[in-house]
């Protein structure tokens, strides 16, 4: 067991570095936008030479779609979690909005670039990052009819109220501070009640 | 009334031309974001040479801030004008969000710009358009303490629910697509709906 294996300490060097530079990305993005940042930027911030980060990257657009298409994948991820757990679709719906929200606030900076840099991205890349956020919705989705085939649910328009309960937890990227008053928890806690509440008629109604 | 009125004349070509660079300026940061338009580029489009940009503006920075100011005092006028209708606060929450959702939906260029590139402004101008944002929050907050007062609203924190509340409306500018399948007065229902919902007590709970 203490033997060395040179190719797979090459490969966890590798990955090393790769997780490196998608972090120093990552806070470039954050702080002067895609735009603004420049691979030398980046490089600074991940103590390379900017030609070291062309010997992984191609570009930094590169780095972006990877910066997104991981974070989309780690949401469908959590997303199909929930959905294959025991529960009402209340239950279910409570929870996925509770993860979501949690993450778009603990995750902030992240979830700004994912979100609202995804114009940068290649045609085909777009493509890629367009389908998981298709697979995202379509799990929230089946969640939301579900709920009105038991008739826990009511809604006018589930395609729209599934868009507006994933927006409500995206937005918290924009305005998630966490020099603020609440926590990524506190948040998560009151979104998880609010998104049950668009979902439930409201009482007084007929 | 056909004289003409030279001093009066200059003004009205003024304006106009200050609001041909407003708009051309949107249109170009609409496509490449604020830091990858150029003062260039923004004159293109206005039809006018780079030069004759500065003659009006000292800076990109100075346009944004315009836009970004005007469109505030616009939500904040608008906001202002459903407070001071007859109404309950039921009433004027859903109109509240559905003027805003409508404005978000049917304005998405715009909306974007006035709320993803806050952070190019400099710190005095973000302090303006930050107490603009302090005010049309603090009129939101008015009615939903006003219908927690009259027993229609049921919130276990009114804060963070006005804040859910706008959050949801500027998110809309973000995934709006004109192509797509509801106009701006579609969503503008349903999201008055949906504010409404996250409001009151949802049925069956005791």
């Known amino acids: 067991m203490a033997t060395t294996d040179p190719p797979r300490a090459r490969q966890a060097r590798a990955d090393e570095t790769r997780a490196r530079l998608l972090k120093a990305a ?41 910066i997104a298409a991981e974070g989309h994948e780690r949401i ?38 994912v979100n609202y840099e995804l114009a940068a991205l290649s045609p085909d890349h777009l ?42 937890g995206i937005d918290i990227a924009r305005w998630y501070d966490e020099a603020g008053r609440w926590s990524p928890d506190q948040v998560a806690e009151r979104y998880a009640e609010l998104a049950v509440r668009m979902l439930r008629r409201p009482s007084g109604e007929e």
């Open 76 to 113: 469908l991820a959590m997303v199909r979690e929930v959905v294959g757990m025991k529960g009402t679709p209340t239950e279910q719906a409570r929870e996925l909005a509770y993860r979501f929200a949690r993450r778009h606030a603990s995750e902030h900076t992240w979830a700004r670039i």
């Open 127 to 168: 493509a890629v990052v367009m389908e998981l956020r298709r697979q995202i919705n379509h799990e929230l989705r089946a969640v939301v009819d579900a709920g009105v085939a038991s008739g826990e649910f009511d809604t006018a328009d589930p395609s729209i109220t599934t868009v507006a309960v994933l927006s409500l």
């Open 26 to 66: 990552i806070a470039a993005f954050g702080v002067k936008g895609f735009h603004g940042t420049t691979t030398r930027d980046i490089a600074q911030a991940a103590g390379m030479s900017p030609a070291a980060v062309y010997v992984h990257h191609r570009s930094k657009e590169e780095l972006l779609f990877l």
